[in-house]
């Protein structure tokens, strides 16, 4: 009666250590894998710095964009007479230019 038991003890104690050594492990390389993942949290890759200086630079074209049609706008009118339309068209102007120094400029095409 008592084989059968200790035969069946013996191989749970052999599989058992599996466990216990994966676990070993696990606990061990824990703290190391949770500070690479705050490292990455914490760092910007090439990419994503790539991907948000671009997203940066068409915020800035779009208004750019957008203060060009309001000059248009502003220029027509105070070619009717509008001298509040030329102030505005001047103050547009001024905007447009301190955007621009923030806009990479194109290579020309050979």
């Not at 103050?91 to 806009?103: N, W, Y």
Request: aromatic content about 0%.
């Amino acid at each position: 009666m008592r084989a059968p038991q200790l035969v069946a003890l013996g191989l749970a104690s052999l599989a058992l250590q599996g466990c216990l050594a994966r676990a070993a492990v696990d606990v061990v390389t824990l703290p190391v894998r949770a500070v690479s993942k705050g490292v990455d949290l914490a760092t910007t890759s090439q990419s994503e710095a790539d991907e948000n200086r671009g997203r940066e630079i068409r915020k800035r074209e779009e208004q750019l964009g957008k203060l060009e049609r309001d000059y248009d706008k502003a220029m027509e009118r105070c070619g009717d007479g509008d001298d509040a339309a030329c102030d505005r068209a001047q103050a547009i102007r001024a905007e447009q230019r301190a955007l621009m120094q923030g806009v990479p400029v194109e290579p020309e095409a050979d």
